[in-house]
């Protein structure tokens, strides 16, 4: 349990530098729809090493300016037990710093929710 704690902490953190990053290259809707669809790109991945690949190309693509833990370089393989543990500690982190993200910037607007909603997930 202590891996997937330390796995969720990493994954709302950099999630977090990702909607900066974002948000600094585009526009608050435009960060949101990219973050959006990272998380139904990485729940979309049904196997260990495409799932990792992913959150790598993005953080490339991206560089957000975070390291990548142990459990998540590419090198180290997951079974099927951990797949779904990290998986889901991850995408839990990347959602709850969109959803945090999200209300700062309803506050920042006076308590308007000026971006949509999500139907995620």
Known sequence: MKEEG?????AFATGQKILEKLE????????????????LTLRSELIPERFKRAIV????????????????KMEK???VDEFYRYSTA????FFDA??????????????CRCLRESSYP
């Open 6 to 10: 330390s796995i969720y902490r990493w």
């Open 24 to 39: 600094s290259l585009y526009n608050a809707e435009r960060a949101e729809n990219r973050m959006e669809n990272l998380l």
């Open 57 to 72: 190309d993005y953080l490339i693509e991206i560089s957000p300016e975070v390291g990548i833990p142990e459990e998540v």
């Open 77 to 79: 393989r997951w079974g």
């Open 90 to 93: 991850i995408l839990a982190g």
């Open 98 to 111: 969109l959803n945090k993200w999200r209300k700062e910037k309803g506050e920042e607007r006076g308590g």
